[in-house]
């Protein structure tokens, strides 16, 4: 399988669409089967030190928030969309395209939880040349491309009772994920960083970069 970004339909959506309400709220149902915010939590607990600045890409809500409050660290919220009134006092919340961001230099830990799979090869290319000289820690996870999860998606989907908008974005999602080694590829992560790349059965690319 290629990679291929195609459009999904939750960026269509205005946020308070019902169909984008719902979509928000299976995919934080995904994201507890597939133990994707439990990972990332323990991954920050092990690596990332005290008092770090966090930019957590492609936020969505406050749902990996609440996983981490309480952490000794300093977290931001980077997303295209406006948060919504919930949103925790004092929590910063950029909204803003990340091709636009241009505050990378404030933030030493990166992480992001299936959302660069939304950017193209060159878009990542462009963001790695600037992380590569601001981060010290990145921690990524993402869906894994992989054809065994293409073909058994479409009926884990729909007979597992998820709308129309997470069963198409789902296998836009497989589609456009990554393999061993493309990532840290496509970000132009050299020998000055120590790469951990991992798969799941369940559907996850995970990756964690750390500075030399």
């Not at 949103?87 to 909204?95: A, F, N, S, V, Y």
């Not at 491309?145 to 069963?167: C, D, E, N, S, W």
């Not at 992560?189 to 030399?212: D, P």
Request: aromatic fraction near 8%; charged fraction near 20%.
């Amino acid at each position: 399988m290629s990679r291929t970004v195609s459009p999904e339909i939750l960026d269509s959506l205005e946020p308070d669409d019902p169909r984008a309400i719902r979509n928000r709220r299976e995919i934080n149902r995904l994201n507890r089967m597939m133990g994707n915010h439990q990972w990332l939590l323990n991954s920050l607990q092990e690596l990332v030190p005290e008092g770090s600045q966090i930019i957590d890409l492609g936020a969505g809500d406050i749902t990996f928030y609440e996983h981490i409050k309480g952490q000794p660290i300093l977290y931001s919220a980077l997303d295209r969309v406006k948060p919504g009134p919930s949103i925790p006092q004092g929590m910063q919340w950029i909204t803003c395209n990340i091709e636009s961001f241009e505050g990378w230099e404030a933030y030493n830990v990166i992480t992001a939880n299936l959302f660069l799979h939304q950017l193209t090869d060159e878009a990542l290319g462009k963001l790695g040349s600037i992380w590569n000289k601001t981060a010290d820690i990145m921690i990524f996870n993402e869906p894994l491309r992989h054809p065994f999860h293409r073909m058994i998606a479409p009926a884990f989907l729909k007979f597992g009772g998820y709308g129309l908008v997470t069963q198409h974005d789902g296998l836009v999602s497989i589609e456009a994920g990554f393999r061993g080694g493309e990532l840290p590829g496509l970000l132009g992560l050299g020998e000055n960083w120590k790469i951990e790349e991992h798969q799941t059965l369940r559907g996850s690319y995970r990756m964690i970069a750390t500075r030399k």
